[in-house]
């Protein structure tokens, strides 16, 4: 039977409820919160791996991997494939992306012929390894950061192997959870494959198998006709990782250059740095997912399968930071250089498509607190507190960037609830607040960031680790606009306070310590002097941008007449005299000697936003130590972003 | 409400909607029902509420009971034309509201971005006080600083304040004392709520958010019906107002007024209702409603019978309403959706709507532009009046505005033009339609289509067959639908409080405790809302998942006092395998909440059962026009009957044009219907 329209619309509509049911019993059914908050995706594979549909609510992170995993089965196990059995992975060396994500594939069968796969994929809340939550930032090798699941049967022939399930979830630090969430996926899966086979009954094996090739190429034919539309040519930039934690300072460059020609779009990452002695290198199904996301955000009203894969090429480099072989540590990926690829690419597209202009948003960022929980009701439990941020997404063209968004790894990653966590955790959350200031400075102003104030309260045995970057590779605005501010948690004991940075791990807590972590913000877009002042003054009254961020960052000057009622007013005469000066002096200041601003920080005599926004200065946020290379590769590249 | 009819012998439910008001009559003592319909007034929706009732020659002395779906509090927050409202939050958590839960409804699109919340950045304020998770004071609550808080307040000219405090749910006396000194410092005109009172539950974004919107609109809510209840009772009603919530229950005036954010989708609940009732009248168990009315349609699907509800529900993406609601999705097609051309030169329809005023073109009330009732009278699908000859359309205005606006521009004659404003309309409606159906696995082949509202009995059957629908009902009164579907529900109340304990019998008295608070409480609302005793039902169930999951499951349970936990738990076991294929009854399992729901239950009018009549052809047609079928028909002389001239049985074929009061029903060639016993028309394509 030929697959007529109205069919293959039902079909292609029915595979996205499909997924999307998955999702929603996994959500149902779930033990880990990470997965809870939906870092989880899952798909319809076609009997070759292939996607045919992804959820419509996942992640970015899992975008383009899936498909990889399903081949990595297919190559591993080959025929040796039946009916009722079940699969898992974590590998990410053949497909996956990092140990906590476990990817469960079922097999469908239809007459005794393979005609398809369902795959459920969730972030696991721990999966062993040094650390709790399984992300050692110290590991230089991946044996330190969890099990590596390589393609393995689970279930043969309906029955489950749970000798090999005792074993996985043995090596978790929450046996029951893991075994909850192992469960919940493998539903999750029959689940898929049981619509599925109820579309076979209604349409026929033939119709649906003709359907999962026209949904591919479907979605290939929308996006070539409108790279037709696009200009031919090839555009260079670079990104950075902060950081190398074994060698002396200085940024990790990644550089990507994109062509479009012949209705192909290529992205050549030649010139990038090697593989890094720390877990935020990419491999390269990650770093593929980071291309496909960040090229998804140029052409959102287009479905996602494996037909958005056939018009894309990569060049990843060997042994590069965005292909580290095994067994180089790749935990940290999505902080690492899965955020830089994308905003590399954001920063490529908008010198394609300027009307989408899009600047750097703040980076992913993951706080984990382990150990004994000494409050009454839970005395003795062991505790795992693992929080992420929201923060500011980069400017627009014409608009201002998001507030408090999720992160672009995956913006359906929902942030958890204060008394959620409250309750099961011995945390006190002082507050979670917009961070005044935060956003990126420019004619259109970076979203604002988020700052949290916490305390631990009855605790024992205790350690805290972060992963996260830019706090030297500070999110950066373009054309003008300025960057925002760095990452990274300051610790607070008997009131003495230290900056850990943004990437550190097993720092030993006491119950009354506190911490303090603000979220970046966006990037700004043009000369921020441009800004109308009337929007600027809005943002004074909204709490967005301060009075001294007014007249620093967008020579406003804003006087308070009666703040209990927001009467502020814009002096006319001073804002235009200042933005005069600003722009007299400006010109220089990138020139100004790198070691005199920073001996002005230390002096207390300049503040670190004007440090970083007016002269590209980067220093060791502790103790305010210039870091030279760093400074000279960061006002290098805000020279270059500046064109 | 009382037991005697006396005069008031009238149950009368009145549907606002963007253009006209509707509303229906219910005579109980001789099961005759009447219909009237005016135009709504955006300005004064009690006045057309009023008009209404006039306009069947009763006052509101013959009603025995009325019931009202409102728009006022969608319209209120869609236009963002709400009450100024302040947020009262814990130091250092005043932005809840605004950094949620941070996601996006589009993952992909960086230009869309999530809308503000109804409370901004500027008039959301803290105060010094902290509850942990277990409902222990770690900082009292600063009075003095509430008191200089309610001065700022009260300088800034605020006409509601929500009360929103971390881990309320665990022990709401912060927020319940801060609205008491807030109360004495502001007086009584300002409307107050506290989030621990409107939804008890864990999670702060939800709470808070229910409760913004609930101050929000609170003060616009409370506005509205107590001039409309102050009206009817100056007409001499003495029965209570009850007011259309979205859960598909109703409340009373004073219900409504407190918790004006259950009426968040007041108005497009009981189509969903009617739609369904009348679908199941015809045998349908799956139909997928749509209700086109002069600005929007709404459109809801029942499947097997049941309309699926939803615990979280949103006008906009990102601000629950933690209320239970019926799911409706709305789109701005109506009848008086405007056709207009966009800068890249193609035909466009909607969502701006000429809606009462200035109207159509062809009302003659000053509107220029074409819209739907323009290009369907030009098609001769309208007639020349509406309402029975209270409305005369001027078709050479209508001729106009779309020759003007569409026809030249495009370069199509005025026939082409309409048939194109029309085809553009039923796309977009289609569209939607496959949104709630084929986009949630659903195949419309598998339904009937129920058309209702002024102008869905105009459109239903092409937007079928674009749609491959083979039945489409026509209802009895497909103008008031709706308000019908106001008659059919009950009082009802949704109360829940938060346990998180272990579902062991060492809990049990504190459940059943905790169950029979919920219940007084229940009892104490529908008692107050003059509930006799006999007439309230409460349903008790358990929200229970296994420990360490997080969502949870809801668990029916009978009235008596429970003994034993054990029925509960196997039940719990049993529905988990269920819904989600495996049960794991090694596992601890967990009393997430309790809830009672409570409902007064509600007389529904009982119309007389008509018989099946035999198979009959209809009587010759009085009159016929031209009327205009489509490229592949053109225009064809048509019979054009009277909807009171049909009778159950008879058997009618297309072409054929039906004209009733609240709508015109349109039969294409090709198609063949019937009339049900109820006095439903059930068309299928042949």
């Known amino acids: ?643 | 409400m009382s037991a005697q009819t006396g005069g008031r012998r009238y149950r009368v439910a009145i549907d606002t909607g963007g253009t006209f008001t509707d509303a229906f009559f219910f005579d109980e003592e001789t099961g005759a029902v009447s219909v009237t319909k005016v135009p709504s007034r955006p300005d004064r929706p009690d006045e057309a509420v009023l008009a209404a009732i006039a306009a069947a020659g009763i006052g509101p002395a013959d009603i025995r009971l009325l019931t009202h779906g409102t728009t006022v509090a969608t319209n209120a927050l869609i236009t963002r034309r709400l009450a100024r409202a302040a947020m009262i939050c814990t130091r250092g958590h005043r932005d809840v509201v605004e950094i949620r839960d941070g996601t996006k409804p589009d993952l992909w699109d960086a230009y869309v971005d999530v809308a503000e919340p109804y409370i901004r950045r500027r008039d959301r304020f803290e105060v010094d006080e902290r509850i942990d998770y277990a409902g222990r004071v770690l900082t009292p609550l600063d009075e003095a600083g509430v008191r200089d808080l309610a001065r700022i307040l009260k300088r800034r000219g605020y006409e509601a304040v929500a009360v929103c405090f971390l881990n309320s749910y665990a022990n709401p006396a912060h927020e319940l004392r801060c609205k008491e000194i807030l109360a004495e410092e502001l007086g009584p005109d300002v409307f107050l709520c506290a989030s621990a009172e409107i939804v008890p539950e864990m999670f702060e974004h939800p709470r808070h958010s229910t409760a913004m919107i609930n101050a929000a609109t609170g003060p616009v809510v409370s506005r509205y019906i107590e001039r409309l209840d102050r009206s009817l009772k100056q007409g001499g009603y003495a029965g209570d107002l009850l007011i259309l919530h979205s859960g598909g229950g109703v409340l009373t005036a004073q219900g409504a007024s407190r918790y004006a954010a259950r009426l968040a989708s007041s108005g497009i609940v009981a189509g969903a209702i009617a739609g369904a009732h009348i679908a199941g009248q015809c045998g349908f168990e799956n139909a997928i409603s749509l209700d086109m009315g002069g600005t929007s349609t709404d459109i809801s699907l029942c499947f097997q019978g049941r309309i699926p509800t939803t615990q979280r529900w949103q006008v906009e993406y990102g601000y629950p309403i933690m209320f239970p609601s019926v799911e409706v999705i709305t789109i701005g097609a109506g009848g008086g959706s405007i056709a207009w051309i966009d800068q890249g030169g193609s035909l466009r329809n909607g969502p701006q709507s000429a809606g009462a005023d200035p109207g159509p073109a062809c009302y003659g009330t000053g509107g220029e532009e074409p819209t739907n009732t323009d290009a369907n009278l030009l098609l001769g699908r309208l007639g020349g009046e509406l309402l029975d000859g209270k409305v005369r359309l001027d078709a050479d205005a209508a001729r106009r505005a779309i020759h003007d606006r569409v026809g030249a521009p495009l370069s199509l004659d005025d026939t082409e033009a309409a048939h194109a404003i029309l085809r553009v309309a039923n796309a977009n409606m289609a569209n939607a339609v496959k949104l709630i159906s084929v986009g949630k696995g659903f195949d419309p082949r598998d339904f009937a289509l129920v058309v209702f509202g002024g102008a869905g009995p105009l459109h239903g059957a092409d937007l079928a067959r674009d749609l491959d629908i083979p039945v489409v009902i026509f209802p009895r009164f497909p103008g008031i639908a709706s308000a019908m579907g106001c008659l059919l529900v009950d009082i009802r109340h949704d109360l829940a409080t938060m346990m998180l304990k272990g579902a062991s019998n060492d809990n049990l008295d504190e459940v059943e405790a905790e169950f029979r608070k919920l219940e007084d409480e229940a009892r104490a609302r529908l008692r107050e809302e003059g509930v006799a005793p006999e007439a309230m039902e409460l349903q008790r169930s358990f929200e229970m998942r296994y420990v360490g999951q997080w969502r949870q499951l809801e668990v029916a349970v009978g009235p008596e006092p429970l003994t034993d936990l054990a029925p509960v738990l196997d039940s719990f076991h049993r529905e988990h395998a269920r819904a989600y294929s495996f049960e794991d009854r090694g596992r601890g399992v967990e009393i997430y909440a309790l809830r009672v729901v409570a409902r007064g239950v509600v007389p529904k009018p009982q119309a007389a059962p008509a018989a099946a009549g035999a198979r009959t052809t209809p009587p010759p047609a009085a009159s016929r026009r031209q009327v205009h079928f489509g490229a592949g028909h053109g225009f064809l002389d048509t019979p054009v009957m009277r909807r009171e001239e049909l009778a159950p049985g008879m058997v009618l074929e297309g072409p054929m044009v039906i004209e009733q009061l609240d709508s015109t029903v349109i039969l294409p060639p090709g198609t063949r219907s019937e009339v049900t016993p109820d006095h439903h028309i059930v068309m299928r394509f042949v």
């Open chain 1, 1 to 643: 039977m030929a697959l007529d329209r109205v069919t293959f619309e039902v079909l292609k509509n029915a595979y996205v409820n499909l997924v999307d049911q998955m999702s929603e019993q996994l959500l149902r059914t779930c033990y880990s919160f990470v997965i809870y908050s939906r870092d989880f995706s899952n798909c319809l594979c076609d009997a070759q791996g292939n996607t045919v549909m992804q959820g419509s609510g996942d992640i970015a992170v899992h975008v383009g991997t899936l498909h990889f995993t399903a081949k990595s089965i297919i190559e591993r196990f080959g025929d040796d494939i039946h009916e009722g059995d079940v699969f898992m992975s974590n590998d990410p060396y053949t497909g996956g992306t990092h140990f906590c994500d476990v990817r469960i594939v079922r097999p469908v069968f239809v007459d005794g012929e393979l005609i398809a796969f369902t795959q459920s994929n969730g972030h696991w809340a721990d999966i062993g390894g040094s650390v709790p939550g399984s992300f050692d930032i110290n590991a230089r090798h991946h044996y330190g950061e969890g099990l590596r699941i390589t393609p393995m049967r689970v279930v043969t022939r309906g029955r489950m192997l749970d000798d090999v399930i005792d074993m996985i979830v043995g090596n978790t630090r929450a046996p029951a959870d893991a075994r909850g969430d192992f469960l919940a996926q493998c539903e999750a899966t029959r689940l898929g494959a049981q619509r599925l086979l109820e579309l076979v009954a209604k349409y026929g094996k033939d119709t649906v198998l003709e359907s999962f090739a026209a949904c591919q190429d479907y979605v290939e034919t929308y996006a070539r006709q409108k790279l037709a539309t696009l200009p031919e040519g090839s555009w260079k930039t670079a990104d950075f990782i902060d950081q190398d934690p074994s060698k002396p300072e200085g940024l990790i460059p990644i550089v990507v250059e994109m062509t479009i020609r012949d209705g192909r779009v290529s992205y050549d990452f030649t010139g990038t740095h090697p593989a890094i002695d720390c877990f935020l290198n990419g491999t390269e199904s990650s770093v593929f997912s980071a291309v496909v996301a960040g090229t998804k955000f140029f052409f959102p009203e287009i479905p996602l399968n494996s037909g958005f894969y056939r018009f894309i090429d990569t060049k990843l480099p060997e042994g590069s930071v965005v292909n580290a072989p095994y067994p180089y540590a790749v935990t940290g990926f999505c902080s690492g250089a899965y955020e830089k690829v994308m905003n590399a690419i954001f920063l490529l597209w908008s010198q394609v498509i300027p009307e989408r202009a899009l600047a750097c948003a703040f980076n992913l960022e993951y706080l984990l607190i382990g150990g004994t929980d000494r409050r009454p009701e839970t005395n003795g439990n062991f505790f795992m507190w693992y929080d992420w941020s929201s923060g500011g997404w980069g400017a627009r063209h014409g608009m201002d960037g998001s507030n408090v968004t999720s992160s672009l790894f995956g913006v359906g990653l929902a942030q958890q609830s204060v008394e959620a966590q409250e309750r099961l955790n011995p945390v006190l959350m002082h507050a979670r607040e917009i961070a005044p200031d935060s956003g990126g400075p420019g004619r259109f102003r970076g979203g604002c960031g988020v700052v949290k104030r916490a305390q631990l309260t009855d605790i024992d045995a205790t350690v805290m680790s972060y992963c996260c970057d830019r706090a030297r590779s500070i999110t950066w605005g373009m054309k003008g606009g300025q960057p925002s501010l760095p990452h990274g948690v300051t610790h607070q004991r008997n009131g003495e306070s230290r900056n850990l940075g943004a990437v550190f791990s097993n720092v030993p807590m006491q119950a009354g310590d506190w911490f303090i972590r603000p979220s970046a913000g966006g990037g700004g877009l043009y000369d921020p002097l441009e800004r109308d002042p009337a929007r600027v003054l809005e943002d004074v009254i909204d709490g967005y941008v301060t009075v001294e961020g007014a007249r620093r960052d967008y020579g406003v000057v804003i006087e308070a007449v009666d703040p209990e009622i927001d009467d502020y007013r814009i002096d006319d005469a001073a804002t235009a005299k200042l933005r005069d000066t600003l722009r007299a002096e400006r010109a220089g200041w990138l020139d100004v000697p790198a070691e005199e601003v920073a001996r002005k920080l230390r002096e207390g005599s300049m503040d670190m936003l004007t440090a970083i926004r007016r002269h590209g200065v980067i220093c060791d946020w502790n103790d305010f130590t210039l870091l030279p290379r760093t400074t000279e590769q960061f006002r290098a590249a805000m020279r270059e972003r500046a064109r």
